[in-house]
């Protein structure tokens, strides 16, 4: 089954991320969504042939700044200005492991190809 979209992708993104105030987003290619992390606060995921594109997953309470999806598509890895890392399940949304990891706010997040670390970028260097 070979679909087409009327528009680029990458030209969707821009489009989103500039009437939805995107701070950060990521593909998830195990289940070809993208999830994005709004600056309204919302973590939010679309397919990418899908008529309603963006559905609300999951909360984050701080500024959020950064998201990865494992390599498995199972997880979501948000950072925000707090510090603080929120680890959330990708079928359920639910928020499995909290922790804050820098005294500054986190810049960047990441899994690991084998699912075994998590590695968070702060602000400071």
């Known amino acids: 089954d070979c679909r087409s979209i009327d ?3 990458i030209e969707q993104l821009k489009r989103f991320e500039k009437d939805l105030g995107v ?3 990521e593909y998830n290619s195990a289940t070809n969504e993208l999830m ?5 606060k919302k973590l ?3 397919r990418r ?3 309603d ?3 609300n997953v999951a909360d984050v309470e701080a500024e959020p700044t950064s998201i990865a999806v494992s390599p498995d598509g199972q997880l979501i890895l948000v950072g925000n200005q707090q510090g603080e890392m929120k680890l959330f ?6 928020l499995i492991h909290f922790e804050t990891v820098h005294a500054a706010g986190i810049s960047a997040v990441a899994i690991s190809p ?3 670390l998590i590695l968070t970028a702060d602000e400071v260097g």
């Open 7 to 9: 528009v680029n992708p």
């Open 23 to 25: 701070v950060s987003l």
């Open 36 to 40: 994005l992390l709004g600056t309204d």
């Open 44 to 46: 939010s995921s679309g």
């Open 49 to 51: 042939h899908s008529e």
């Open 53 to 55: 594109y963006l559905v």
């Open 89 to 94: 399940t990708y079928d359920d949304r639910r």
């Open 114 to 116: 084998d699912n075994t």
